[in-house]
């Protein structure tokens, strides 16, 4: 499996973006995927989560009501919705799967995940 990421750039505070992450190599249907992002100095954390088994999706409170994680089956690819970015939001932005269905409260371990995209940087300008 390879992913790879994009969709980054410079936006202004309230603006929005659409990050991509496209994925070869993939089969079968208990995939959880999910988007990250590291901020300079501070630890990656997780943002949006989803499960293929039953399309259910998490999404860190920091970003719930803004940020939307969605897939398209057709083309093995997922995406990341970002509106009303704030300049907390800046950071690189990496999409990230695993083989497996996780349960809710190992969405947000990075250990649970095996593959990972190269990363795209989000700048907000406030």
């Known amino acids: 499996v390879q992913l790879q990421a994009s969709g980054g750039g410079l936006v202004q505070a309230g603006g929005s973006l659409r990050l991509s992450c496209a994925a070869s190599g993939f089969t079968g249907r208990d995939y959880t995927i999910g988007w990250f992002r590291q901020a300079p100095g501070k630890e990656r954390e997780g943002v949006s989560f989803?499960?293929?088994?039953?399309?259910?999706?998490v999404n860190a409170d920091s970003v719930k009501g803004r940020f939307t994680i969605s897939r398209d089956k057709a083309k093995n690819t997922w995406y990341l919705q970002m509106n009303s970015l704030q300049p907390e939001d800046t950071a690189v932005y990496f999409c990230?799967?695993?083989?497996?269905?996780?349960?809710?409260?190992?969405?947000?371990?990075?250990?649970?995940?095996?593959?990972w995209g190269q990363g795209t940087l989000v700048t907000v300008s406030s």
């Open positions: 989803l499960r293929y088994s039953d399309s259910n999706t």
């Open positions: 990230a799967a695993v083989k497996r269905r996780l349960i809710i409260s190992s969405l947000r371990n990075i250990a649970s995940y095996d593959y």
